[in-house]
């Protein structure tokens, strides 16, 4: 799991105890066939029945291509990049985060 702009540690100042929470999923695909089945449907059924989970992403490593699935309300939408200058907006945290920037020094 990939994070961006936060981190989830309890040593991080969380009260000892507190339930951390996963709010974002990168998954980097690798094999075409393996990686959709895992990305898509093994992961994608565990982690979306998380109810802390935002956003979910698939990178591509061959080529510069993000899958960007978020939560509204209690339904999934997703929105598909590929260009370096497009920017992913994350509201619940207040980021965004450019396309670019994912793929910095590859």
Same mark, same amino acid.
Not at 21 to 42: I, K, M, P, W
Not at 79 to 94: H, K, N, Q, S
């Given at each position: 799991?990939?994070? #961006? ?12 105890? *507190? ?5 974002? &999923? ?6 075409? /066939?393996?990686? !959709?089945? /895992? ?7 565990? #982690? ?6 935002? #956003? !979910? ?7 510069? &291509?993000?899958?960007?699935? !978020? ?5 999934? *939408?997703?929105?598909?990049? /590929?260009?370096?200058?497009? /920017? ?14 994912? !793929?910095?020094?590859?």
């Amino acid at each position: 799991v990939f994070k #961006y702009g936060c981190s989830l540690l309890e040593s991080d100042g969380h009260p000892p105890g *507190k339930r951390l929470e996963l709010v974002l &999923s990168v998954a980097s695909v690798g094999d075409a /066939t393996d990686s !959709y089945y /895992t990305d898509r449907v093994v992961k994608w059924e565990e #982690y979306t029945s998380l109810p802390s989970l935002h #956003y !979910y992403l698939v990178i591509a490593q061959d080529k510069m &291509s993000v899958e960007f699935f !978020y939560r509204e309300g209690e339904n999934w *939408k997703s929105a598909y990049f /590929t260009r370096p200058e497009a /920017t992913i907006d994350l509201p619940a945290w207040g980021l965004q985060m450019r396309v670019a920037d994912l !793929y910095a020094g590859l």
